[in-house]
């Protein structure tokens, strides 16, 4: 199983990004997928996750209105559209998929988000 982060880059406040998560190896339609970031001194936090439904997805509070989470089960790909990007939400930014309550079992490597000016 491999899930292959993208899409992450340098951007100036209020820029955007679209983040990409490409997932092989498992059966896409059955894993919900997390995005989740850590910031340099600080604890790993979720951002967003897609359900296996079309339940509603989960938005962080610091991210909501400003980030959209999507998926394309024919492509095997999340995607996470990041606008009004801020200096605070600079991080590196990992994606996960899960088919167990409470536990992710598989991680991508990362993609990095840089917000400067």
């Known amino acids: 199983v491999q899930l292959q982060a993208s899409g992450g880059g340098l951007v100036q406040p209020g820029g955007s990004l679209r983040l990409s998560c490409a997932a092989s190896?498992?059966?896409?339609?059955?894993?919900?997928i997390g995005w989740f970031r850590q910031a340099p001194g600080k604890a790993r936090e979720p951002v967003s996750f897609?359900?296996?439904?079309?339940?509603?997805?989960y938005y962080a509070p610091a991210v909501k209105g400003r980030v959209t989470i999507s998926r394309d089960n024919a492509q095997n790909t999340v995607y996470l559209q990041m606008n009004n990007l801020k200096p605070e939400d600079t991080a590196i930014y990992y994606c996960?998929?899960?088919?167990?309550?409470?536990?992710?079992?598989?991680w991508g490597q990362g993609t990095q988000v840089t917000v400067s000016s």
């Open positions: 190896g498992l059966t896409f339609d059955n894993y919900g």
């Open positions: 897609s359900r296996t439904s079309d339940g509603a997805p």
């Open positions: 996960a998929a899960t088919s167990v309550v409470g536990r992710y079992e598989y």
